[in-house]
């Protein structure tokens, strides 16, 4: 089969490798239908040293192939959607809806599943009755970009602001207008949040924002961005502030717009190990730090219902489509920011 493989920073390659097959049990395979491009995956690919080559992408929804012995909840020909975590759905954290903390010895991230990659024609999926859910339509639905957004971004999304503690009570900025950081747009305005304040430069994901719920566009960084953000909010900042681009500059502003008791919940992958969180920034204003992997396997099924209603289209996000062919320029034009996200159909 064909897969998507990245090599180096700037490096990605569509090459042909071994079809997966069912190693245990517990394994489903998946014949994959639909893929994406995700923001996470551009920081490897700015900055990755040539080294052994990563299968890429975690993003995906797929007809089920074939199935292990003890695998119940799926069976051939369903229709599923997988999260970026491999989990087994039982484990104490699990039940506590943090399957990013499995405890099962195969549970894992797809991006370091060294064999296995959803940009590519099939995956072996590990935990296959915790890790996949069963989608109700059919695999050429006009649904299946809102649906493949279940996979990560749209839960990552609703997960920060869940973090965050957004209500009908609260203001919130929102830092980044990548998918992510729209995608929490989205979830703030089905919170309830009053104001809903985007900081982003591109008009086009801005525009999107506004659909979207947001009520205010900050276009300006650092410290202009900073006072424009007080300026919206009487002087005070925000309640709640999701930081959705992973960039040391991004967290000292969502400091700056924080509001004094409030909340920075943070879903940009962290590219730095130290930040500010002491006196100046975090403990004299008593500001609550949030956020982190989001467990999305835990909110597919409660975030479902929505789209298969069409009360929303969180798919918007995907500006582009592709086939494997395509992916390489795909990463290209969401790191130059000409392509928004990717959606990629094998």
Not at 198 to 206: A, I, K, N, S, V
């Amino acid at each position: 089969m064909r897969a998507t493989l990245l090599y180096g920073a700037g490096d990605v390659r569509v090459e042909n490798v071994a079809d997966p097959v069912i190693k245990h049990p517990t394994d489903a395979l998946v014949r994959v239908t639909a893929a994406s491009v995700c923001g996470s995956d551009l920081h490897l690919y700015d900055s990755m040293s040539p080294t052994n080559e990563i299968r890429m992408g975690h993003e995906f929804i797929g007809v089920v192939e074939d199935t292990g012995s003890e695998v119940t909840t799926v069976k051939p020909g369903d229709l599923v959607v997988s999260p970026f975590a491999i989990s087994d759905n039982t484990c104490d954290f699990c039940r506590e809806g943090l399957h990013t903390s499995c405890t099962h010895p195969e549970a894992n991230y797809w991006d370091f599943e060294p064999e296995e990659g959803a940009q590519a024609e099939a995956i072996r999926v590990p935990l296959a009755d915790g890790t996949l859910v069963k989608l109700p339509v059919a695999a050429d639905s006009a649904l299946i970009p809102s649906l493949l957004t279940l996979a990560d971004v749209y839960c990552t999304g609703h997960r920060a602001a869940v973090m965050g503690g957004v209500d009908e009570r609260t203001r919130v900025t929102v830092i980044g207008d990548g998918a992510a950081g729209l995608m929490a747009v989205l979830s703030a305005k089905l919170l309830g949040a009053e104001q809903i304040i985007l900081m982003g430069r591109h008009p086009d994901r801005t525009d999107l924002g506004r659909e979207f719920g947001a009520t205010d566009i900050v276009a300006a960084r650092g410290a202009k961005g900073v006072e424009a953000v007080r300026d919206l909010t009487g002087g005070h900042g925000t309640h709640v502030v999701i930081e959705a681009v992973g960039h040391l500059p991004a967290y000292e502003q969502a400091v700056g717009v924080v509001r004094a008791g409030g909340v920075i919940s943070r879903i940009g992958v962290p590219q730095y190990e130290v930040a500010p969180i002491g006196m100046g920034s975090l403990f004299m204003g008593n500001v609550r730090l949030a956020g982190g992997l989001a467990p999305v396997r835990a909110y597919i099924e409660e975030l479902m219902p929505a789209i298969l209603d069409g009360a929303i289209e969180p798919g918007k996000v995907f500006d582009a489509t592709t086939d494997l062919d395509g992916v390489p320029a795909g990463y290209q034009d969401m790191a130059d920011r000409t392509s928004l996200k990717v959606l990629v159909k094998p």
